[in-house]
């Protein structure tokens, strides 16, 4: 089968390789769609983070591994023990995989688990960027009738939106500040707006980025390269702040604006991954006894997603393009790294 299979930076490889075999438990599944995550340019131009370059502890896999962790497709093949599934079903994938016997795991918080490994990533059953992919059959979700496997591939970024409005304890009447609209952005607005919340105001210095999520409703909307953002918050909120901050963007300056314009017991949720440190002083969070919060992945997210997608709370077409296999990384890569694009999904179906 052709995979996508990572070597180290600047190393991905378009490869003939064997089929995964299905085990206990397991399904096999051929990949439909396949999306492109900040996480795939971090392992691609600047080091590996998640592709591990010695065995993994849970999994013993190490580099090459194929890449991609947000896929959906149609399950092929049906090992032993599994119930629920058929040949045919269409699924979207959870790629976490857990020890499922540390703390954090049998407490439920299986995000959290000490040893995670990720379909995509350090998975011996392959990913998304190949012909098939091999996965724990309770890691799939069957997609409801009338939805797409297209749309089955953004399940998984929009599941990390919606654990992080989660983080935050969002009620409707918050002022909420969303600081970045890539796809994460885009899914935390979407996200609030489908548990009804109205006043949110969204952050992003990229005229495109900033059409994109005016594009599925937003309408207060700042750019920061023009406006002061603290002031432009503090202001609309009467002095007080706004109550909800998500950084979504991963940069110093949306960490540091979304912990500057957050109210007095108010909530920073931290999702983006941040790449260099940002110089920050704790006081200024002490007076105003501000949360600052970190959310990871998913964690019992996927059902609730799939039913608000089902029910039209998750618009893409002004910000998800799809690319053909042969250019994941020509085009792939490059349009997202270059922001010539927001979110990217890799068209499985076509290859023989």
């Not at 490889?13 to 399904?27: A, W």
């Not at 919606?162 to 969303?178: C, F, N, P, T």
């Not at 207060?220 to 963007?249: N, Q």
Request: glycine fraction near 10%; charge should be negative; include cysteine.
């Amino acid at each position: 089968m052709k995979a996508a299979r990572y070597h180290g930076v600047r190393d991905i490889r378009l490869e003939e390789i064997s089929e995964p075999v299905t085990g206990s438990g397991q399904v096999k599944i051929r990949v439909h769609f396949n999306g492109i995550c900040g996480s795939d340019l971090h392992e691609y131009f600047h080091a590996p983070m998640m592709s591990p370059m010695t065995p993994h502890p849970l999994t013993g896999v190490t580099v090459p591994v194929v890449l991609g962790h947000e896929f959906s497709g149609e399950v092929v093949e049906v090992g032993p023990a599994v119930a629920g599934l058929s040949v045919g079903d269409k699924v979207a994938v959870e790629p976490t995989v857990n020890c499922r016997r540390c703390a954090a795991c049998l407490a439920g918080s299986y995000n959290l688990c000490r040893e995670i490994a990720a379909v995509g990533y350090s998975w011996p059953g392959g990913g998304g960027l190949g012909e098939y992919a091999v996965v724990d059959a309770d890691h799939c979700y069957q997609l409801p009738a009338g939805m797409s496997t297209r749309e089955g591939a953004l399940i998984e970024p929009l599941a990390v939106a919606l654990h992080a409005v989660r983080r935050g304890e969002v009620q409707a009447d918050h002022a909420v500040a969303v600081h970045g609209a890539g796809p994460i952005g885009i899914g935390v607005f979407l996200t609030l707006r489908a548990y009804g919340v109205d006043n949110i105001t969204v952050i992003e210095p990229s005229a495109a980025r900033r059409a994109a999520i005016e594009a599925v409703g937003a309408t207060d909307i700042i750019d920061p390269t023009a406006s002061d953002v603290v002031a432009e918050l503090r202001e609309r909120t009467d002095g007080a702040g706004v109550a909800r901050s998500f950084d979504t963007g991963g940069a110093p300056a949306t960490f540091l604006n979304a912990v500057r314009s957050t109210a007095a017991r108010g909530r920073v949720v931290v999702v983006a991954v941040h790449q260099r440190p940002v110089e920050f002083n704790p006081t200024e969070i002490l007076f105003g006894e501000c949360e600052i919060v970190g959310s990871i992945a998913y964690c019992h997210d996927y059902p609730e997603v799939i039913d608000l997608m089902a029910r039209g709370a998750f618009p893409y077409d002004s910000w998800v393009q799809t690319v053909p296999f042969e250019d994941v990384v020509t085009v792939g890569m490059e349009a997202l790294r270059n922001q010539t694009a927001i979110k990217i999904l890799v068209d499985m179906t076509n290859l023989s």
